[in-house]
């Protein structure tokens, strides 16, 4: 294995290093510059990306969208990200793992990861042999930061709900991608009285029973209430967006628009959308409560756990939900100072 480290390059205030692992792989950390002053924090994602440049670019926004959760829930975080470009599985490429570890050491403490797309428990735990920086609930083995997500994008939808559409009885939700998020949404749904439909691009993802299987298609014309995107960034478009039937959109997915137009034409529609830092800030709640509560974390369960991601969460949709209404203007421009400081930070 040759390992090729480039230099940090600065792009809009956030740093990256990208680290070349062969002619075919390669990964980048991208992190916000307040790692200076708070530790930064995210996942890694593990994708086949068709260049360099487009690897790099998704690294700096999901370190922007983690800056953004960091910052409105005030977990003692900055936003960070680590992006791995290969065609191979995470299984077939140990060594790269090995190199990430190699640079999490080099920083020191000053950067944190954990799982994201196409990583999991099986990854930190081989990861951790090699670097101490991760939080992943590896002392917790009863709690999954990916079911405590889905819990705190369900504890948003709720409020939704009750607050904006009158505890509306069979209220009709529709999910975009059935992993352990979507899964988690799916479930709480359905105890709560909702109609559920969900669509996933694998034909073998599992269903839990009381929820209605469709195709894309089918699920954006469909009509809804609430949409939830628990799949992936950039799922939304000029396209899809006009086939649209839904009331509300709420994403677990990391910037779920694949451009400002398509968000701004979804509204334009009438539809509202919590933004995602909003609702999907369950997994850096655990790693916030992780790092400063570490004893009482590792005694917690995933009920405890969900209850606490669901009472932090849902007493900040409420609030931008009711600040909201009370300035007649949409959650996104109330949290737009936030943005803007994220996106420069």
């Not at 040759?2 to 792989?25: A, G």
């Not at 699920?219 to 039937?245: G, Y």
Request: charged residues 15%; glycine residues 6%; aromatic residues 8%.
């Amino acid at each position: 294995m040759s390992v090729n480290n480039e230099l940090l390059n600065t792009h809009n205030q956030y740093q990256i290093e990208t680290v070349v692992i062969d002619d075919e792989t390669s990964f980048t950390l991208a992190y916000s510059s307040q790692i200076k002053l708070l530790p930064a924090n995210g996942g890694i994602r593990w994708r086949n990306y068709a260049s360099r440049q487009q690897q790099e670019e998704e690294a700096i926004m999901l370190a922007q969208r983690m800056s953004l959760k960091h910052g409105l829930y005030n977990t003692g975080f900055s936003g960070g990200k680590i992006v791995v470009n290969s065609k191979r599985s995470p299984q077939e490429q140990p060594a790269v793992l090995e190199a990430i570890g190699a640079l999490l050491n080099r920083y020191g403490g000053t950067m944190f990861t954990g799982c994201d797309i196409n990583t999991g428990n099986r990854e930190m735990d081989y990861l951790r042999q090699f670097t101490p920086w991760i939080l992943n609930a590896m002392d917790s083995p009863q709690v999954d930061t990916s079911v405590a997500t889905g819990y705190g994008v369900w504890s948003s939808m709720k409020k939704v709900l009750t607050l904006r559409l009158n505890h509306l009885p069979r209220a009709r939700i529709a999910i975009h991608g059935m992993g352990k998020v979507g899964t988690e949404v799916a479930k709480q749904s359905l105890l709560f009285g909702c109609e559920v439909t969900a669509y996933d691009i694998n034909p073998a993802a599992q269903f839990p029973a009381g929820v209605r299987r469709v195709s894309e298609e089918e699920l954006w014309a469909q009509p809804s209430e609430v949409l939830c995107i628990a799949s992936m960034s950039n799922v939304l478009n000029a396209q899809n967006i006009e086939q649209l039937n839904t009331r509300w959109v709420v994403s677990s997915a990391n910037s779920p628009f694949n451009t400002p137009q398509a968000e701004q034409r979804l509204l334009a529609r009438g539809i509202h959308y919590l933004p995602d830092y909003v609702s999907n800030a369950g997994a850096v709640i655990c790693d916030s409560i992780e790092m400063a509560f570490t004893d009482r974390y590792n005694q917690m369960n995933q009920e405890q756990v969900n209850a606490y991601v669901h009472s932090v969460i849902g007493a900040k949709t409420e609030e931008l939900l009711q600040r909201a209404q009370l300035l007649n203007c949409d959650i996104g421009q109330l949290l737009q100072p936030i943005k803007s400081a994220a996106m420069v930070a």
